[in-house]
């Protein structure tokens, strides 16, 4: 079957750093998405990895371990404009499989 | 200009109301979908549209049609609507690019069906 599981909220203070995990069964695997989406907006694209390993792009990084079905978005330096859903998406056969979002919320 | 664009931005309608939500881009991509959001449940995909003459169901097609009118233009109709079709509805787009293929979202149609 196909699966994608992530946390549903977590909380975090501003200027830390927060790890959002990933696990994902999905037919044809051909890449790991992650997208942030802010209450009552369209998703906006964050990182994609297809390959084994860390990809860091300023303070958002993304993990992924294909063996393991596994992949984690971390975010450093944290700031309140990061409260927001992040959606774990796995890319199989032409679409996407979406998780239902972790909601973080991130404190002063 | 936004790359894509959907409308109306909000829609309240009744039962057994024909509903059509349209989305258009200018991004040259192929690929167009149509998904919906409801809370706790992540986006689901309703149909997609590889070129003009390319439909697919997704996930969740029943009680949905689409038609891929050119290729910026791709439009969900709702032929009966019901209570459960409330939602929030995204338009992405996307272009296969060197084994890549990001899907780029509208800024959604809220639906509410009484």
């Known amino acids: 079957g196909q699966n994608i599981d992530q946390p549903t909220e977590m909380t975090a203070t501003e200027g830390a750093i927060v790890q959002i995990n990933c696990t994902y069964q999905t037919s044809g695997f051909n890449g790991l998405f992650w997208y942030q989406q802010h209450a009552g907006e369209a998703p906006t694209f964050l990182s994609y990895n297809v390959l084994d390993g860390l990809e860091e792009k300023g303070r958002f990084s993304s993990f992924l371990s294909r063996s393991k079905g596994y992949s984690y978005l971390l975010l450093k330096e944290l700031q309140m404009k990061d409260s927001a859903s992040y959606l774990c998406?796995?890319?199989?056969?032409?679409?996407?499989?979406f998780g239902a979002g972790t909601r973080l919320a991130v404190h002063p | 200009d936004a790359d894509v664009t959907q409308t109306p931005r909000n829609r309240i309608t009744k039962t057994g109301k024909r509903i059509m939500l349209e989305c258009s881009q200018t991004k040259g991509h192929d690929r167009m979908y149509w998904y919906r959001q409801d809370p706790g449940l992540g986006l689901r995909l309703i149909y997609y549209?590889?070129?003009?003459?390319?439909?697919n169901k997704g996930e969740i097609s029943d009680g949905y049609s689409v038609s891929r009118q050119a290729q910026a233009k791709f439009s969900l109709s709702l032929e009966s609507a019901i209570p459960n079709q409330t939602a929030l509805y995204f338009c992405a787009t996307s272009h296969r690019d060197r084994g890549t293929d990001t899907q780029y979202f509208g800024p959604g149609t809220r639906l509410t069906v009484l």
């Open positions: 549209s590889f070129d003009v003459k390319d439909i």
């Open positions: 998406a796995a890319g199989g056969y032409n679409k996407l499989i």
